[in-house]
T-cell receptor, first 114, second 111 residues
Framework: DAGVIQSPRHEVTEMGQEVTLRCKPISGHDYLFWYRQTMMRGLELLIYFNNNVPIDDSGMPEDRFSAKMPNASFSTLKIQPSEPRDSAVYFC????????????FGNGTRLTVT | QKEVEQDPGPLSVPEGAIVSLNCTYSNSAFQYFMWYRQYSRKGPELLMYTYSSGNKEDGRFTAQVDKSSKYISLFIRDSQPSDSATYLCAMSATAGNKLTFGGGTRVLVKP
């Protein structure tokens, strides 16, 4: 079990550029979550998928953010255009089902927008 | 006011001491309570979970939930330097995994 894999680990970009974050969940997990972590706001849920279908995107800050899950083994979070206030650590997590199975987090992508 | 409040610390203790962590919350619908541990530059990992009120023990870790006071606690006995991390409480109203996290408490266990 390789765990949840996120790429890149670090991303530095200039304001206005498009940023794409990638996630490979654990095989067999039905749920995939995107979180954002900042010092000010802590860990916030952005969006989650069940069986590749977006279930709740109420945490997505604004239209600049979009997420897709084209298949069970891959998801992307895109920010276009990026702004300095988007600087944060973005985590992807997956879980097996809707019960209290634990969330398995990746090691995050640290995004810096200058 | 945040839905889940947690003292950011840092909480510094000598090795072998008991670490006491807590969270308060405002949403009375929360029924599922979890504690996650996060090492620097890593993702959070689940330590403990409890349902409704009561205590749960797992090795050196004890989780307590007091729903009447909207207060949860985590105790770490015989703390080790390897316990140095940030501890996040998380809670949910349903058995689904849409969790609300506290801001985390940074713990330092000094040898």
């Amino acid at each position: 079990d390789a765990g949840v894999i996120q790429s890149p680990r670090h991303e530095v970009t200039e304001m206005g550029q498009e940023v794409t974050l990638r996630c490979k969940p654990i095989s067999g997990h039905d749920y995939l979550f995107w979180y954002r972590q900042t010092m000010m706001r802590g860990l916030e849920l952005l969006i989650y998928f069940n069986n590749n279908v977006p279930i709740d995107d109420s945490g997505m800050p604004e239209d600049r953010f979009s997420a897709k899950m084209p298949n069970a083994s891959f998801s992307t979070l895109k920010i276009q255009p990026s702004e300095p206030r988007d600087s944060a650590v973005y985590f992807c997590a997956s879980s097996r089902d809707r019960s209290l199975s634990p969330l398995h987090f990746g090691n995050g992508t640290r995004l810096t927008v200058t | 006011q945040k839905e889940v409040e947690q003292d950011p610390g840092p909480l510094s203790v000598p090795e072998g001491a008991i670490v006491s962590l807590n969270c308060t919350y405002s949403n009375s619908a929360f029924q599922y309570f979890m504690w996650y541990r996060q090492y620097s530059r890593k993702g959070p990992e689940l330590l403990m979970y409890t349902y409704s009120s009561g205590n749960k023990e797992d090795g050196r870790f004890t989780a307590q939930v007091d729903k009447s006071s909207k207060y949860i606690s985590l105790f770490i006995r015989d703390s080790q330097p390897s316990d140095s991390a940030t501890y996040l409480c998380a809670m949910s109203a349903t058995a689904g995994n849409k969790l609300t996290f506290g801001g985390g408490t940074r713990v330092l266990v000094k040898p």
